[in-house]
C-alpha cells in the first residue's frame, strides 16, 4: 500500500487565488511493499450469514495471454473477502463487524464511530465509519473543527465488490495505519457497502430492482436516501465513489476486442456546476491519482461505456444527468470523483490488482485533500456564493448533451493479450451541448400539497420555506404543449427499475399568481441553488414533475422577482 507522506515533509503548495485553482504537482512516494498478510490490525471474522459466493465463469473469460497483462501486485491485502481460499468476497456481516473493531479501538488521539445511516429493503443496515481527531464524531462538531471531510462511498452496484473490499482496508489504515496522519487535516466518513440487498445477491440493482446510482435526485430508495441524508449532515468537500466496470461482455460482441484499463476515472460533468469545480477536480485529484496509478504501474483511461445495443458502436463518457452520485454531488459543490476498475463479469479473477488499483486511487485522494485542506476551504464557500449570487439573472442551462467526438482507444486483443487501437465514435462529457436553456429565477413556488418535493429536496439540503400568510407573486408558469411516455434512459439504455415517466414539452406564461399560506418556497439564493432546478424545472427525465413526485405542472411555478412573502422555517 502507497503509504501517506505525512504533511509538511515537503514544502507546501502556494495557497492558490480561489477563481483560478493551481496545479499542485503529485507527489507519490512508495515504500518496499509488506509481505502478504502483514499488519493486518484487526482481528478477521468468521463467515456470517448471507455469505453469497461470487459469480464465477465457467471458465476464464479470456485466456493466459490476456490474463499475464495483470499480475498481482507486490502486496496482498487481507479483509475478510480476500483471505487465501475464500470463495466469497466480505459478507455483510463480516463489513459491520470489521468497521465495529475499527471503531472500538483507534489510534491515539483519533475518534472513530459507526452509524447506522439507515437500513436497505431487506433490513440490512446501512452504515458508516467516521474518523476524525475533533472532539467527537457528530456533523456539528466536525463542521465546527473547519477541517475538509471526505466521504468514500462503494458498492452502489452489488456485483461491484473491490470498492468495498478497497474501503475496508482504507478504514483499517485510517483508524489504526499508515494513514493515520491523514486525519491531522482532514476528516474522513466511509461507506464501504453502500447496496448490501444487492452485495448479497450480487446485482448490480437494489432489491427493488432500482439502479440506486441513478436514484441521487429522485430518492426512491431507502439506500439512496441514507446517502443523501449523511451528506446533507457531514456536507463532505470530496465525495469517491468506487465502482467496477464491464470487462468482457458487450465489447467483445461489439469491438472483438476486452477492456484494458485498471482504472476509468471521471469527475461530475453535468449542467450548472460551478465554473471552477472541473478545474479543481482535474488539477488537484485526477492528475495526482493517474501519478500514483502509474507509479504502481497501473493504467488508467476517462470513464466510459457502451450502450447495450450491440449496434450502437458509440461509446459514452459518463453520462451529463442529474440523477448520479458524481454528478448530484457535483451539483453540491464537492469535488465529486468515480473511480471503476476492472471487474463485472470475471468474478474473483484479478481481485488482489483490482483492490490494490482502488486503494491506490482513494489514497491519493486522500493525500490531494489533506495537501489542499486550506485551498479547498476557500475553493468551497467561493462556488456556495457563486451559485447563489445567480438567482433571478444567469441563464440556467435545462438540458445538455454529450458532445459528439472520434477517439483513439486502447483495448486488447483476445487472442494475443497485445493493445489493439481503435477509432471510436466518442460522446465526451468535457465539453456540454446545450439543448435547453432559461433565465434563472429566484426561486420556486409549491403547492401546499407538494410534501414529498419537499422532503426529498430537504434530504438533499435544499432549504425549503414554508409561506406563512398568503399573497400574490410574479411568476412563469408552466403550460404544457405536448406529452408523451417513456422511459429515463442513460449511455447504457434503459434506466433500471426508473418507471414510466412523463415527458412534456412546456412553455412558459407570466403572470401574477396566489401563494396560499402553507405552500412552499424555494429561493435560489442558496449554494444548492443547481439541485433545486434539476429537480423542479419539469421537461426533462429526471424532474419530479417527469417522475410522478409533483402530481401536476400546475404544483410549481417560477417565480421571477423577489418575492414578498411572509416564509417560515420548516420543523
Not at 490494490?356 to 495537501?371: G, N
Not at 476551504?377 to 456556495?384: G, Q
Not at 424532474?543 to 420548516?570: G, T, W
Request: aromatic share 6%; charged share 20%.
Amino acid at each position: 500500500m502507497p503509504p501517506w507522506r505525512p504533511y509538511g515533509t515537503a514544502p507546501a503548495a502556494t495557497a492558490p487565488q480561489v477563481a483560478a485553482p493551481a496545479q499542485q504537482a503529485p507527489v507519490v512516494i512508495l515504500a518496499p511493499a509488506p509481505a502478504p498478510g502483514a499488519a493486518v490490525a484487526v482481528p478477521v471474522p468468521t463467515p456470517g450469514v448471507g455469505d453469497v459466493p461470487a459469480v464465477v465463469p465457467d471458465k476464464p473469460p479470456y485466456n493466459e495471454a490476456v490474463a499475464a497483462r495483470f499480475p498481482d501486485p507486490a502486496i496482498a491485502y487481507s479483509t475478510p473477502g480476500l483471505n487465501p481460499g475464500r470463495t466469497a468476497f466480505s459478507s455483510n456481516e463480516e463489513v459491520s463487524a470489521w468497521l465495529r473493531q475499527l471503531a472500538a479501538s483507534p489510534a491515539s488521539g483519533a475518534q472513530a464511530a459507526v452509524l447506522q445511516i439507515g437500513s436497505s429493503q431487506q433490513g440490512k443496515p446501512l452504515e458508516a465509519l467516521v474518523l476524525t481527531r475533533a472532539g467527537a464524531t457528530d456533523p456539528a462538531t466536525l463542521l465546527a473543527g473547519g477541517k475538509p471531510t471526505v466521504l468514500l462511498i462503494g458498492q452502489q452496484h452489488g456485483n461491484e465488490p473491490a470498492g468495498s473490499e478497497a474501503l475496508l482496508v482504507v478504514a483499517r489504515e485510517l483508524a489504526q495505519g499508515l494513514l493515520v496522519p491523514v486525519l491531522d487535516r482532514i476528516n474522513v466518513v466511509i461507506v464501504p457497502r453502500a447496496n448490501p440487498d444487492g452485495a448479497a445477491a450480487d446485482s448490480r440493482v437494489t432489491a427493488n430492482g432500482i439502479d440506486m446510482n441513478r436514484d441521487h435526485l429522485l430518492l426512491q430508495t431507502p439506500e439512496a436516501r441514507a446517502l443523501a441524508k449523511l451528506g446533507r449532515d457531514y456536507r463532505p468537500a470530496v465525495v469517491v465513489d468506487a465502482h467496477e466496470y464491464t470487462v468482457v461482455g458487450r465489447y467483445l460482441e461489439k469491438f472483438g476486442t476486452i477492456q484494458k484499463f485498471d482504472a476509468l476515472l471521471q469527475y461530475a460533468t453535468t449542467p450548472n456546476l460551478p465554473e471552477f469545480l472541473p478545474r479543481a477536480s482535474e488539477e488537484w485529484y485526477r492528475r495526482p491519482v493517474r501519478a500514483a496509478l502509474k507509479a504502481q504501474a497501473l493504467t488508467d483511461e476517462w470513464y466510459y461505456t457502451t450502450s447495450t445495443d450491440l449496434a450502437d458502436k458509440r461509446i459514452s463518457m459518463g453520462g451529463v444527468q442529474p440523477d448520479t452520485g458524481r454528478n448530484v454531488n457535483g451539483l453540491k459543490n464537492a469535488v465529486s470523483l468515480l473511480i471503476e476498475t476492472r471487474g463485472v463479469g470475471i468474478g474473483r479473477m484479478h481481485i488482489q490488482r483490482r483492490v490494490h488499483t482502488q486503494v491506490t486511487a482513494i489514497v491519493s485522494v486522500l493525500q490531494s485533500t489533506a495537501s489542499r485542506a486550506e485551498d479547498i476551504n476557500k475553493l468551497r464557500p467561493y462556488m456556495d456564493k457563486e451559485i447563489a449570487s445567480k438567482a433571478c439573472s444567469a441563464e440556467a442551462v435545462v438540458e445538455a448533451g454529450q458532445t459528439p467526438a472520434q477517439y483513439q482507444l486502447a483495448m486488447l486483443d483476445p487472442a494475443t493479450g497485445a493493445d489493439r487501437l481503435l477509432t471510436v465514435d466518442w460522446n465526451s462529457s468535457l465539453s456540454l451541448e446545450k439543448l435547453k436553456a432559461r433565465v434563472r429565477p429566484c426561486g420556486y413556488w409549491l403547492s401546499a400539497a407538494s410534501t414529498g418535493a419537499v422532503e426529498r429536496l430537504q434530504l438533499l439540503g435544499v432549504q425549503v420555506q414554508r409561506v406563512g400568510e398568503s399573497s400574490s407573486i410574479l411568476a412563469d408558469v408552466y403550460r404544457e404543449t405536448s406529452r408523451s411516455l417513456g422511459q429515463r434512459d442513460d449511455v447504457r439504455g434503459s434506466v433500471a427499475g426508473g418507471g414510466e415517466i412523463i415527458k412534456a414539452q412546456v412553455d412558459l406564461v407570466r403572470g401574477v399568481i396566489d401563494a396560499p399560506m402553507g405552500s412552499f418556497y424555494v429561493s435560489l439564493n442558496q449554494p444548492l441553488a443547481n439541485l433545486a432546478l434539476a429537480a423542479l424545472e419539469p421537461d426533462t427525465q429526471n424532474s419530479y414533475f417527469a417522475n410522478h413526485v409533483l402530481d401536476s405542472l400546475q404544483s410549481a411555478a417560477r417565480v421571477m422577482s423577489e418575492p414578498s412573502l411572509k416564509l417560515e422555517p420548516i420543523d
